[in-house]
């Protein structure tokens, strides 16, 4: 068992740590003192920071500050002990740790994604394959307990870190776990606190974490038994970790910090209060909802209880219980003083509604996530509240896979590979030894996603974004918890399960119509209704404009018939998806004058046409009609004339 090497017991220095804080806080207000004197002497008032006045108003506030580690020194087992009973016992308290381990870790938690290259610079997707898969069968296994998936331990070692400030996870390396590798959680009371020494080398051990001289944590000293289990009687020592050993995750708050905070600490009071609050507030309500009241007589009357009372309380004091539409019949003297107790009052519900949003505040959540509140929430509301809560949940989710999700695979991979159990499925052959940087180098996780506030409006505009080029599919699929390449695998299987069934291959969907605000408060949500509307206008043009000028080009390609007439259209070159809005209506409205040149030329032919059908007709009608001779004044005949009829 390693001993404390500092001499004097942890009563006596922190009893001298004390008197040099009251020392120097006392020699800073003499010196304060002598500056306001000199002050009002020279009837100036002191042009430093108002905050930092020491006056009758800031008594009550901090004078002076120490280190985070000296902070932390002697409260860690308090505040760990007071988070712990808030979690286990405040609803609010426990819903926080469930929003932590759901938005932080998920129910699959990180999803490892490799894209190694081959030397062609083609990926390597059989090898990236093989990896992931040895990954996925280790994760099943990763609890040397075998209680937990690595998914589950996460979910437990994240909880451990927000209610206890931070957790330890050993990495164990046994011939007889999967791989040769597996993982430990143990709770942070493991670490011995009462540790704080320097080192012979140089390197500082405070509060049970050795550090060199750059604060690198080079161990940890271990208690091999739980110091808060009074039924292990065996003898609890201390063992040196090499950190390389351990992973010891905890949110590094301020600089030369060692040991990690529970991250409830800024609202343990508010909420310990605001729950006694609700207690009494409930035994309260109780009381006031069973009618009670008390017998008064007066002093020359008889005493009669005992005739009316039907039982006595354990103190002997005579009882009498009602019932519901029972009245009774009191003796003379006696009069019933009831007692009704106004209570929930009626600013209960806003009270609390105020105080829980201080506390949502303090702990970074949005209030209605907290309290399970949606009475004031509308639509535009919550996608503001839900978009900047995920900004926080993604940090924490991309400090979870540097600090825990990564170095877990590296040393996991590093095992693998050594043990020759990462292989080509198609082979059987092992993954050599000599890839571990390649494959570390290639590895990302896509920690969880969330699915979209209003989904027909965010696919829209994802759209919209690849068609400009500032987005890709290989990005879209990622923000949604996707590799693209897993998609067009599976698209891939889909065709080919379609074309051998002998059904579609597929039809392409229409554009949905985005869902009407279910809140009933479309006030705020005008301006993006009409803007979402003109873009659907828009493309509902787009679309329209391609499928015309398709089948103007189509009709331009196909052999015109021999006694047809052929107008010109002219067509730009090349229409492709990306062609603007702009550039589309541009083509429309040449289109557009083109087709009324056309009709006018069409109106032109026919109105010749017509004109000629009549003269035919004339023609015709001339030519049909008898005819007589004409003679000249000798009655010689000179001719002929049409006539109506002929006269005999």
């Known amino acids: 068992m ?75 087992s308090i505040l760990r002990a007071r988070a712990r009973q808030l979690c286990a016992n405040n609803e609010h308290g426990r819903r926080f740790l469930s929003l932590v381990a759901n938005n932080v870790i998920g129910h699959a938690g990180p999803v490892l994604q490799v894209r190694a290259y081959t030397v062609s610079k083609a990926l390597d997707k059989t090898a990236n394959d093989a990896v992931e898969m040895a990954w996925a069968q280790w994760c099943k296994s990763a609890d040397v307990r075998g209680l937990m998936d ?140 069973a009618k009670m009241g008390v017998f008064t007589r007066n002093e020359d009357a008889p005493n009669a209880l005992a005739g009316i009372a039907d039982g006595v309380s354990a103190s002997g004091v005579p009882q009498m219980s009602a019932e519901a539409g029972e009245f009774i019949n009191l003796p003379p003297g006696y009069k019933l003083e009831s007692w009704d107790p106004d209570y929930p009052h009626q600013n209960f519900d806003s009270f609390l509604k105020a105080c829980f949003r201080g506390v949502a505040a303090g702990l970074d959540v949005a209030a209605h996530n907290l309290t399970g509140d949606m009475t004031e929430v509308n639509y535009s509301s919550a996608r503001i509240a839900e978009l900047g809560e995920r900004d926080a949940w993604k940090t924490l989710q991309g400090w979870w896979v540097q600090r825990v999700a990564f170095p877990v695979y590296r040393a996991w991979l590093e095992s693998a590979l050594l043990r020759g159990e990462i292989r080509f499925p198609e082979t059987g052959k092992a993954l050599p030894a000599d890839k571990l940087q390649k494959f570390t180098d290639a590895a990302r996780f896509q920690p969880r996603t969330w699915s979209w506030v209003d989904p027909a409006k965010e696919i829209a505009a994802i759209r919209d974004e690849i068609a400009l080029g500032i987005n890709s599919r290989t990005a879209a699929a990622a923000s949604q918890g996707r590799e693209f390449e897993d998609i067009v695998d599976e698209l891939g299987q889909e065709q080919a399960l379609l074309q051998a069934a002998g059904l579609p291959t597929g039809t392409t969907p229409a554009p949905a119509t985005p869902p009407a605000d279910a809140s009933g408060d479309d006030s705020n949500d005008d301006d993006a209704d009409e803007a979402e509307a003109q873009a659907a206008e828009d493309r509902r043009i787009s679309r329209a404009l391609l499928a015309a000028v398709a089948k103007l080009l189509e009709r331009d390609a196909a052999p015109a018939p021999a006694p047809s007439v052929t107008v010109p259209v002219s067509v730009p070159d090349a229409i492709t998806h990306t062609v603007e809005v702009d550039d589309l209506r541009a083509v429309a409205e040449s289109i557009n004058q083109q087709a009324v040149a056309v009709k006018a030329m069409s109106d032109n032919i026919e109105d010749s046409l017509g004109a000629i059908e009549n003269g035919l007709r004339q023609v015709a009608g001339e030519v049909n009609k008898p005819r007589r001779t004409v003679f000249d004044a000798n009655n010689n005949p000179i001719g002929s004339e049409p006539v109506d009829r002929l006269e005999i």
């Open 2 to 76: 390693l001993k404390n090497p500092e001499p004097g017991s942890r009563v006596l220095r922190e009893w001298n740590e004390q008197r040099q804080r009251e020392r120097l806080i006392a020699a800073r207000g003499r010196a304060d003192m002598k500056r306001e004197w000199w002050s009002g002497l020279a009837g100036v008032t002191s042009a430093g920071f108002a905050g930092a006045g020491v006056n009758r108003l800031t008594q009550s506030l901090a004078q002076w500050s120490g280190s985070i580690n000296a902070d932390l020194d002697g409260n860690l």
């Open 150 to 289: 690595f998914a589950a331990l996460q979910r437990v070692a994240i909880k451990a870190v927000a209610r206890d400030g931070e957790s330890l996870i050993r990495i164990v390396r046994n011939s007889s776990l999967t791989h040769g590798i597996g993982l430990q959680i143990l709770e942070a009371d493991r670490i011995d606190s009462d540790i704080n020494t320097t080192l012979r080398n140089g390197n500082v051990v405070r509060m049970g974490v050795e550090v060199n001289s750059l604060l690198q944590p080079v161990a940890i000293y271990v208690k091999s038994r739980h110091p808060g289990d009074p039924r292990d009687n065996g003898t609890n020592t201390t063992q040196r970790v090499a950190a390389s050993e351990l992973l010891h995750p905890f949110l590094v708050e301020r600089a030369e910090q060692v040991r990690g905070a529970t991250w409830l600490h800024a609202v343990l009071l508010r909420m310990n209060m605001l729950h006694a609050y609700e207690e009494a507030a409930v035994v309260a309500a109780r009381v006031g909802a």
